[in-house]
């Protein structure tokens, strides 16, 4: 027999979130900045994709995927320049296989 007892039930949090707001303070953070996937350190280029109501969100120009939509940290902005191989070819930028090697492969 299992028995629920709904006075130790995590109650939900009472919040209103409001997108436009949301949306507006991450144009302010992202822009003129790259990004960061979650910890990497990856640099990835700032695209703006389509939300909720005609409002856009920051997300990797690759499409690199991430869960989320940013609003638990998932997206860090960074004034590093853009790592990412294939941000760096969408974007036209010179060098683009100039990435860096994950590792050094002994002589």
Do not use: K
Request: charged letters at 20%.
């Amino acid at each position: 027999m299992v028995r629920i007892l709904s006075h130790m039930a995590t109650p939900e949090p009472d919040y209103h979130a409001d997108p436009a707001a949301f949306a507006a303070d991450q144009e302010e953070l992202f822009a003129g900045h790259n990004l960061h996937v979650g910890s990497s350190r990856v640099t990835h280029a700032v695209d703006w994709v389509p939300w909720i109501n005609g409002l856009r969100l920051p997300a990797p120009a690759c499409r690199q995927g991430f869960a989320g939509h940013g609003a638990q940290g998932e997206l860090r902005p960074t004034t590093l320049p853009v790592s990412c191989r294939r941000c760096r070819r969408l974007r036209g930028l010179h060098g683009v296989d100039e990435q860096p090697a994950l590792f050094v492969l002994p002589h």
